[in-house]
């Protein structure tokens, strides 16, 4: 029982900056090497040449779809876990745990079959022009069909942190990324299987996180228990759930969609344009990644303090995010826009208009991510306090509600220019719409705490 009664006093009496360094920091290490997952097939396949890189661009946000059944149950899951904790009630919060787990395995296997059949009209809605398709389905039908794994191991990272396990989320993380990392070039390379490879080497990366998180279930290190009796499909228990599940599936439906739509509208200017969309997408996925890793422990403190009435506590941990991914997300889009055309010369073998169009967006993009910690964390928070409509709405804008528009109306106007600078102008537009959001978020706090 000590290791339990650590992670509630973590949760609910320590110091807010020592809590989010505990917390934040391993699952934000955690989400960084993750994100290798993503970089290194796109690096390695740049060797293959651009159709390959196409390839994987094209083929990343049906992976997100999938994905999308881990977050819907496990980020669901987890804001309520939270909640649950604070108030005491660990024998609901085990039957949601189970629910949650149990959940995400059938749903994602059944998006996945649906995506294995209908994979070729699939891949073609997603950008995939004639010279990439053929290396799309190679990576894509490995790709998808081992992504159940990934779904568990989502799922499960969003029970795990929400527990303040966050030692163990990263280190499920890491070793599956390390492993990608290595088994890459032997696939791609030294086995000579191209960009079936790389397919090959990300599915194996993620049953070893499986096996972690498995390890971590049977010598029962969990605060919660898993078994099959503590699954309960209840209308209450499922609309706990479905309520912060449904906007977390929304924002990554989106996020699938307007990579989708920036894949489609850049292929319309040749296979240079939509192979410096793979390395785009990536690099700043990186930076999102890193940012929803260290808030992924900001939500369990968010949460247990909103659920246990300690509103003092909330607005520290607020304040504090806030704060730290602000500062994190300025460094890191400073990086990328002053270095945008040495980091994207690493994803080709000299494709000098695939460098020219890539540093464009990366600079642009790079410039408005100093906003991305502002907006995400009021959108984790309305989602962790139980906010569905504020959550879903805020989790839309940036992909959805201020992105469709622009990515409708500025390659119009603007040709190429206009896909590349798409997402910047929707990352102004939600920043905008969250500083009401926070204004009045923070007034109804302030009642409640009278």
Same mark, same amino acid.
């Given at each position: 029982?000590?290791?339990?009664?650590?992670?509630?006093?973590?949760?609910?009496?320590?110091?807010?900056?020592?809590?989010?360094?505990?917390?934040?920091?391993?699952?934000?290490?955690?989400?960084?090497?993750?994100?290798?997952?993503?970089?290194?097939?796109?690096?390695?396949?740049?060797?293959?040449?651009?159709?390959?890189?196409?390839?994987?661009?094209?083929?990343?946000?049906?992976?997100?779809?999938?994905?999308?059944?881990?977050?819907?149950?496990?980020?669901?899951?987890?804001?309520?876990?939270?909640?649950?904790?604070?108030?005491?009630?660990?024998?609901?919060?085990?039957?949601?745990?189970?629910?949650?787990?149990?959940?995400?395995?059938?749903?994602?296997?059944?998006?996945?079959?649906?995506?294995?059949?209908?994979?070729?009209?699939?891949?073609?809605?997603?950008?995939?022009?004639?010279?990439?398709?053929?290396?799309?389905?190679?990576?894509?039908?490995?790709?998808?069909?081992?992504?159940?794994?990934?779904?568990?191991?989502?799922?499960?990272?969003?029970?795990?942190?929400?527990?303040?396990?966050?030692?163990?989320?990263?280190?499920?993380?890491?070793?599956?990324?390390?492993?990608?990392?290595?088994?890459?070039?032997?696939?791609?390379?030294?086995?000579?299987?191209?960009?079936?490879g790389a397919a090959i080497a990300t599915a194996?990366?993620?049953?070893?996180?499986?096996?972690?998180?498995?390890?971590?279930?049977?010598?029962?290190?969990?605060?919660?228990?898993?078994?099959?009796?503590?699954?309960?499909?209840?209308?209450?228990?499922?609309?706990?759930?479905?309520?912060?599940?449904?906007?977390?599936?929304?924002?990554?439906?989106?996020?699938?969609?307007?990579?989708?739509?920036?894949?489609?509208?850049?292929?319309?200017?040749?296979?240079? *344009? !939509?192979? +410096?969309? =793979?390395?785009?997408?990536?690099?700043?996925?990186?930076? @999102?990644?890193?940012? $929803?890793? /260290? #808030?992924?422990?900001?939500?369990?403190?968010?949460?247990?303090?909103?659920?246990?009435?300690?509103?003092?506590r909330l607005r520290e941990a607020i304040k504090?995010?806030?704060?730290?991914?602000?500062?994190?997300?300025?460094?890191?889009?400073?990086?990328?826009?002053?270095?945008?055309?040495?980091?994207?010369?690493?994803?080709?073998?000299?494709?000098?208009?695939?460098?020219?169009?890539?540093?464009? *967006? !990366?600079? +642009?993009? =790079?410039?408005?991510?100093?906003?991305?910690?502002?907006? @995400?964390?009021?959108? $984790?928070? /309305? #989602?962790?306090?139980?906010?569905?409509?504020?959550?879903?709405?805020?989790?839309?804008?940036?992909?959805?509600?201020?992105?469709?528009?622009?990515?409708?109306?500025?390659?119009?106007?603007?040709?190429?220019?206009?896909?590349?600078?798409?997402?910047?102008?929707?990352?102004?537009?939600?920043?905008?719409?969250?500083?009401?959001?926070?204004?009045?978020?923070?007034?109804?706090?302030?009642?409640?705490?009278?």
């Open positions: 029982m000590k290791e339990p009664s650590t992670k509630m006093e973590l949760l609910g009496r320590a110091p807010v900056p020592k809590a989010l360094l505990a917390l934040g920091f391993p699952t934000m290490i955690g989400m960084l090497i993750n994100a290798l997952y993503n970089l290194a097939d796109t690096y390695f396949v740049g060797g293959l040449g651009t159709d390959p890189m196409g390839a994987v661009t094209v083929s990343f946000p049906l992976g997100q779809v999938i994905v999308g059944m881990g977050l819907l149950f496990g980020n669901g899951a987890a804001a309520c876990l939270s909640r649950l904790l604070g108030r005491g009630d660990k024998e609901t919060a085990d039957k949601v745990a189970g629910t949650a787990l149990y959940s995400s395995i059938i749903a994602g296997a059944a998006v996945i079959l649906c995506a294995v059949i209908f994979l070729d009209p699939i891949l073609k809605s997603l950008g995939a022009i004639d010279d990439v398709m053929p290396y799309a389905v190679s990576y894509a039908r490995i790709y998808i069909t081992f992504s159940i794994f990934n779904v568990f191991n989502v799922t499960m990272n969003n029970i795990v942190s929400s527990e303040g396990a966050a030692k163990t989320a990263m280190f499920a993380l890491m070793a599956g990324a390390v492993l990608n990392v290595i088994l890459d070039p032997i696939f791609i390379y030294l086995f000579h299987l191209g960009v079936s194996i990366s993620q049953m070893v996180s499986t096996l972690i998180y498995l390890c971590y279930i049977f010598r029962r290190k969990s605060i919660f228990r898993f078994h099959i009796g503590k699954g309960c499909f209840s209308r209450e228990i499922m609309s706990e759930i479905l309520k912060i599940g449904i906007p977390t599936l929304i924002f990554q439906l989106l996020t699938s969609m307007s990579i989708a739509m920036i894949n489609d509208a850049a292929k319309e200017y040749g296979s240079s *344009a !939509l192979a +410096a969309m =793979g390395p785009l997408t990536k690099i700043m996925s990186m930076g @999102t990644l890193i940012v $929803f890793g /260290f #808030l992924k422990g900001f939500q369990p403190i968010a949460g247990f303090s909103y659920g246990a009435k300690k509103y003092d504090t995010a806030l704060l730290w991914s602000t500062v994190f997300c300025v460094a890191f889009g400073l990086i990328i826009a002053i270095f945008s055309t040495e980091i994207m010369s690493v994803f080709t073998r000299g494709d000098l208009e695939m460098i020219r169009i890539g540093q464009t *967006a !990366l600079r +642009a993009n =790079g410039l408005s991510f100093v906003l991305f910690g502002f907006y @995400t964390v009021y959108s $984790f928070l /309305f #989602l962790v306090m139980g906010k569905a409509k504020e959550g879903c709405f805020l989790g839309a804008c940036r992909q959805g509600i201020c992105f469709i528009p622009v990515i409708l109306l500025f390659p119009r106007v603007m040709g190429l220019d206009g896909v590349l600078y798409a997402q910047p102008a929707a990352d102004v537009f939600s920043a905008v719409v969250t500083v009401f959001m926070a204004v009045k978020f923070h007034k109804e706090l302030k009642a409640k705490s009278i």
